[in-house]
């Protein structure tokens, strides 16, 4: 069983709409990490956050975890065909063992 | 990028049959993974290791072990291959415990008819 869910499970939209991905849980976490996957290649590091409330930015993306840290969510503004990819959030449980959610497929059009 | 390779990157087998695939790390990282992706379910955690002959289970590790003999390799073995194991198979490799990065290798993808 998956303990991270993510919403929507695909997403299609136009070049230069800003979009929402989310990533929930029943359980609480230390920390959350986000991956991007592009076509053919594996999962990269995009960011972690490690506090309640946190949000981080990284050019148009913007992450948050939520106050209770069971959930997350990643806005993408004005998104850009270069922005195609899965998205996956991942938790790092104890021994190091990194469980990934369901994913969100986004395709920008351009 | 990090040094991991995947072998073989394509493979179409019979069921029943016995497949291994292997992942190679030029990083000297602690700890090894293998992930099975399959449309909407993002990674599945199927075994991982934490050191020269240690490994253990995660999610979906029936149908599946592995060997860790060297720090650099660590193998996936399919016993007898299943129509339901057919997917894209992903090894990863991580270091220091804490907040630290999976990174990963460019995937295998394996068949079964």
């Known amino acids: 069983t998956q303990l991270l869910e993510q919403s929507p499970q695909f997403l299609s939209i136009q070049e230069g709409e800003n979009l929402t991905v989310y990533c929930n849980s029943s359980?609480?976490?230390?920390?959350l990490q986000w991956y991007r996957q592009e076509p053919g290649e594996g999962p990269v590091l995009l960011v972690t956050?490690?506090?309640?409330?946190e949000v981080k930015k990284l050019k148009r993306l913007t992450f948050q975890f939520g106050d209770a840290r069971k959930d997350s969510s990643l806005h993408i503004t004005a998104a850009q065909p270069g922005d195609t990819g899965l998205y996956l959030c991942?938790?790092?449980?104890?021994?190091?063992?990194?469980?990934f959610g369901t994913g969100t497929s986004l395709t920008v059009i351009p | 990028d990090a040094g991991i390779t995947q072998s073989p990157r394509h493979k179409v087998t019979e069921t029943g049959t016995p497949v291994t695939l292997r992942c190679h790390q030029t990083?000297?990282?602690?700890?090894m993974y293998w992930y099975r992706q399959d449309p909407g379910h993002g990674l599945r955690l199927i075994h991982y290791?934490?050191?020269?002959?240690?490994?253990d289970k995660g999610e979906v590790s029936d149908g599946y072990s592995v060997s860790r003999s060297k720090t650099e390799d660590f193998l996936l073995t399919l016993e007898s291959a299943t129509s339901s194991q057919t997917s894209v198979y992903f090894c990863?490799?991580?270091?220091?415990?804490?907040?630290?990065?999976?990174?990963f290798g460019q995937g295998t993808r394996l068949t079964v008819v």
């Open positions: 990863a490799i991580s270091d220091r415990t804490g907040y630290t990065e999976a990174f």
């Open positions: 359980s609480v976490f230390s920390s």
């Open positions: 956050v490690v506090t309640g409330g």
């Open positions: 991942a938790r790092v449980r104890t021994g190091n063992q990194f469980y």
């Open positions: 990083e000297n990282h602690r700890y």
């Open positions: 290791s934490y050191g020269v002959k240690d490994t």
